[in-house]
């Protein structure tokens, strides 16, 4: 188990609550543009993609998709999306918050977007990458060393 007790996806509703109380509650701060919504709703699609095909990645080798035990993991994923992100899931969680940050159009609560990824890369995927390393060795270290992290 990790030391972080919050799923991604929980935080990811949290953060996106807090941003909507930022953005009726602290007026001013509004960015707002003709053709943000469409940009919004684009970041939208990539992300719920980039969340959606690793979870059926996952499925088809049948191993875990639960972040909170990565040990219980029976496959190292490298394919579909794992080729160009080491975490396209939280890829997907980040870019879904900041169409969520950019359809608000509140500079303030956009400020929820790198602390999400912040969160994330201390507390969900250092974490996941040591029990991963235990659990797939030299296999996770070369995937490691070619994909990166992010993008």
Known sequence: MLDARLPPPLLL???GAAMWAVSVHVPGFMLRHPTIDAVAAALAVVGLLANGLPKLAF????TTVNPL??????????HGLHR??????YVGHVLLLAAWALYLGHAIAALCVPLQMAWLARFQILPEERALDAKFGVAWQAYRTRVPRWL
């Open 69 to 78: 035990r990565p040990s219980n993991a029976t496959s190292l994923v490298t």
């Open 84 to 89: 160009v992100s080491r975490n396209p899931m």
């Open 59 to 62: 499925s088809r080798v049948r």
């Open 13 to 15: 509703v949290l953060l």
